[in-house]
Structure formats: C-alpha cells, structure tokens
C-alpha cells in the first residue's frame, strides 16, 4: 500500500512521520503547496517528496491535512481524479483530520461518495502519546479501518467512535492539550515565585504531571479519591485546592471545554 499526507503543517507532519515508522520510504509521499518545504519536509521525515495529483492518483490511503477553511476548495480540486479512481474500481480511503468537517460534508465536496475515514488527533502524537479519535462511514470495511488503527499505532492510543463524538470529544482531546499547557506555566510561575529556579520548575511540575496522570490510569483510580488522599486536614494541599476553588477552577474549565465544543459544533 501507498500513503499520502496533502497537507504536512504541525499535525500532517507529525502522522506522517507515524506512519514512516511502519512503511518504506517509497511507500509514504507527501505534497505541500510550497514545493521547497515538500522538499525539505521529505527530507526530514526521509519519505517521498510528491504532489496532489500524484497522491490522489496512486496513494491508497490518503490524508487531508489542510485546515478547515481550505478543504472545500482543495476537495473540489481532487474531486475529478477522486471520482474517476472510484469509476474504474480503483479502490482508495479518504481520511480527514479537519476539525469541525463532517465526513458528509466531505464527501459533498467531491460530489460523490466515497470511504471516509475522519480523524481528531492532537500533537502529542509526535511523541507517540497522541489520544486519536476514529471514525468511519459505510463505505470503509471493519479490516480496513483495522489496518488504519495498526498503521497509526506509534501515534498513540485510537479510539474508534460514532462520528458525533468526535465532535464533542475534541473539546479536550483537541484542545486540551492548550489549557493543560497554561495550567503547566502557571505552576511553574508560582515555583518561580516561590524561589525555584525555572528549569527546576518545570522538571517538578512535567513530572508531577505525568505521574500523576499515570497513577491514575494504571491503578484505575477516580481523580477524587486521590485528590482525598492527598489533602490532609488544615494540610497545605486542601490550603492550594481551597485557593484554587475560591477562583472557581473547576468551572472555569468545565465552560472552557463546553465553550469549544459549542464553538466546533457551530463552524
């Protein structure tokens, strides 16, 4: 099989490079507008240097990688060379990673139906720690989508799900890993301020983080009873827990999660 990305900014790049894990050079081509940062891009990720039409016409499995704002345009470009491969029975996965596109929709930009596979990953699947959420229309077959998941597996964990989910589930797998970010700088801000070096604050608080997150779902634990094992009483972590509820903390974030979804859901 061939893999093609049209489309390798910060999230395209960083599947293709998944995917390289598990396929040869020649088998992964990729297609940029700026033909030098194909290039150089293809050289990064030691893959095929390419372009649309090429990975229309030959890939088997073709990722659009563009952003949302660009797919109708690009989709309508494709959609000739798409629907004449369907035509002559050449068989070929769309899969989208456009937030907020439906695979209808997708599909109603080729003017044809065809099988679709829609994707919401974030960037820590770079690191091979990415949540990816997966779904399908009718026309991909149950080992297709099989064989879609194992070319994926160094990008982290796969969940395939009904459509709809992507849509209210990428208010954190999505964006996230954004608060989480404000959430690591603001406690390494507070260290800072309390006299800790930098660099050390954020060794402490990156690690802390992890194990925590880890703790969790290696032993199965809910998130509240481990915060009430933590907090002894008139202890200094119910004092940091008390300060954080005075500025509502967890309500914050649940409208900031509620106010992305709704956000998605109206684009």
Known sequence: MKYGFIGVGNMGKALASCVRKNVKKEDLLISELNIQKTKEISLELDCTSSNNKEIVQKCDLIFIGVKPQNIKELLNQLSEDLINRKKNNNRFILCSMAAGVSIKKINEYINDTCPTIRIMPNLAVSVGQGMILVSKNEDVFDDEIINFCKILDKAGELDIVEEEMIDKAQA????????????????????????????????????????????????????????????????????????????????????????????????
């Open 172 to 267: 954190v797998t999505g964006c996230a890993p954004a608060y989480v970010s404000i959430f690591i700088e603001s406690m390494c801000d507070g260290l800072v301020h309390c006299g800790v070096r930098r660099d050390k604050a954020l060794q402490y608080t990156l690690q802390t983080i992890l194990g925590t997150a880890n703790y969790i779902k290696e032993t199965n634990t809910h998130p509240a009873i481990l915060k009430d094992r933590v907090c002894s009483p008139q202890g200094t972590t119910i004092e940091g827990v008390v300060t954080l509820e005075d500025g509502a903390f967890r309500s914050s974030v649940i409208n900031a999660i509620i106010n992305s979804y709704n956000k998605n859901k109206n684009m």
